[in-house]
Nanobody
């Protein structure tokens, strides 16, 4: 079994910062891509940022220049540093990881439980 546990969400004022963490545990041989999606009320889930095992990153236009994704491969953990937060960043943030349980097995996408981020004064 593989589990992704998120932490770091909460309430922050506009212009503030938050750091989200997502740690994977369980039967893990290797992890390919990791990343973050978010879903605001009444909207579809959207990709915020992604990072490959080699450290290449990809960001949504709305996140560029404000958010930074990083990972610690030794800890099977992905982070999302969010600065200059805006009310429109309010959403539930979900992490994911494409995990291979064995050398020859497929990489399956696993999801975290979601963490609420609310940006409001």
């Amino acid at each position: 079994q593989v589990q992704l546990v998120e932490s770091g969400g909460g309430l922050v004022q506009p212009g503030g910062s938050l750091r989200l963490s997502c740690a994977a545990s369980g039967s893990i041989f290797s992890i390919n891509d990791m990343g973050w999606y978010r879903q605001a009320p009444g909207k579809e889930r959207e990709l915020v940022a992604a990072i490959t095992s080699g450290g290449s990153t990809n960001y949504a236009d709305s996140a560029k220049g404000r958010f930074t994704i990083s990972r610690d491969n030794a800890k099977n953990t992905v982070y999302l540093q969010m600065n200059s937060l805006k009310p429109q960043d309010t959403a539930v943030y979900y992490c994911y990881a494409d995990i291979r349980a064995s050398r020859l097995g497929p990489a399956l996408r696993r999801w975290g439980q979601g963490t609420q981020v609310t940006v409001s004064s």
